[in-house]
């Protein structure tokens, strides 16, 4: 889906000299890959000059990846290794990280295309009050790459080429199959087909100005003041076990329980590292424990349970159709206030 924001009477990408992409991700998700195939593409199909690199939160899967691209079309040198202040084009694996990394859309402006991956329409998306940007595409990429088994990296590339149409389409795509040469045939020809996916969509979405809206006006994130403000070096949004939201660390996926076809063989937990999953018991211990599904609050998405299940009781899905029934499954008790209400940390840590 396309969304124009502010100059709707701009299709055209105008004419560069220098083009710099930036993509954010989750560890895991491809972007490092992706960008190494786009610079791959410029600079050895091409003929341009660039560079390409990544920065890696932990150095491991679940963390935020940002991923850097540069390539001059007049072949200048390209020196710069810093990261890229103000891209062309962005591109977000993971749309969680506007609410949680808000960093990403640093720089951000009238110039920038942003490529996002969603379910949801154009505008629907909340950003941050007062940003500014070229144009909007969202795509679905995450059921894309479920559909065609393939990595999300190949479905955001396919979508991505459109915005950078300096690199012919057939270099890009043929740098992709070079990268997943190496792999077995299936999981090129896979990719292949995720690729030329996320083109497809993309072309097939055409832009539509009803959809344009004046501005968004709203931050899901407190917004800092003398008041609240942390003290420097202070982590705002770690990692931890009291806001219990794995959402980020998951890569878009994550196992869906069909409680009909399950017949409570416990594989799943068996080989779960975080013991996800909520049984219910019989306290008269006549019955066997009947599983009742997953506490999302700890999965972290590694899809080992999906893998063990005999009767595919647990399948990958795309988390937006995860509903919030599903989700309710607790393995331990939500913390109330006295009141019984459920406590909101995300308001305490705010007014902190
Ligand atoms: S996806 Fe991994 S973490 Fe989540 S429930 Fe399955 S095995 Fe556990
Ligand atoms: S492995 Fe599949 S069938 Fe066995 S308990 Fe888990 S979900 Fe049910």
Redesign the pocket.
């Known amino acids: 889906m396309w969304f124009h924001f502010r100059q709707k009477n701009v299709t055209a990408i105008p004419t560069r000299k220098m083009v710099s992409v930036r993509l954010e991700a989750i560890g895991g998700q491809g972007a490092n890959s992706a960008g190494k195939i786009i610079a791959e593409a410029a600079v050895l199909g091409m003929g341009f000059t660039g560079n390409h690199f990544s920065s890696f939160g932990s150095e491991k899967r679940g963390t935020p990846v940002r991923s850097f691209v540069r390539f001059s079309l007049e072949r200048r040198p390209v020196r710069s290794a810093s990261f890229i202040q103000k891209p062309d084009v962005l591109v977000i694996f993971h749309e969680s990280l506007i609410e949680t990394h808000q960093e990403i859309l640093e720089g951000v402006g009238p110039e920038t295309d942003i490529v996002l991956n969603s379910a949801k329409a154009p505008q629907q998306i909340i950003f941050p009050k007062g940003l500014q940007f070229r144009r909007l595409m969202t795509i679905n990429a995450t059921q894309l790459a479920i559909k065609h088994e393939c990595g999300l990296n190949a479905v955001m590339l396919g979508v991505t080429s459109l915005f950078i149409p300096e690199i012919q389409q057939v270099q890009l795509e043929g740098h992709l199959q070079k990268f997943f040469s190496k792999l077995p045939p299936q999981v090129l020809e896979n990719n292949k087909n995720g690729f030329a996916a996320g083109l497809a969509k993309a072309k097939e979405d055409s832009f539509d100005e009803s959809q344009a809206v004046a501005e968004h006006h709203h931050s899901l994130l407190p917004e800092l003041g003398w008041l609240n403000a942390p003290i420097g070096g202070v982590i705002t949004n770690p990692g931890n076990s009291i806001l219990k939201d794995h959402s980020v660390s998951r890569k878009g996926f994550?196992?869906r329980f069909i409680s009909e076809i399950c017949f409570n063989c416990g594989y799943?937990d068996m080989?779960?590292?975080?013991f996800?999953?909520v049984w219910q018991l019989d306290p008269t211990k006549k019955e066997a424990p009947k599983l009742q599904g997953?506490d999302y609050q700890y999965?972290?998405?590694?899809?080992?349970?999906?893998a063990v299940c005999p009767v595919e009781a647990l399948v990958l899905s795309p988390e937006s159709e995860i509903s919030t029934e599903e989700k309710s499954h607790r393995l331990f008790p939500d913390i109330r206030e006295a009141d019984g209400s459920l406590i909101d940390f995300n308001k305490k840590e705010a007014k902190k």
């Not at 080989?271 to 975080?274: A, K, L, N, R, S």
């Not at 999965?299 to 999906?306: H, L, P, R, T, Y």
């Open positions: 994550a196992p799943c080989v779960c590292p975080d996800c999953f997953i999965c972290k998405g590694c899809q080992k349970c999906i």
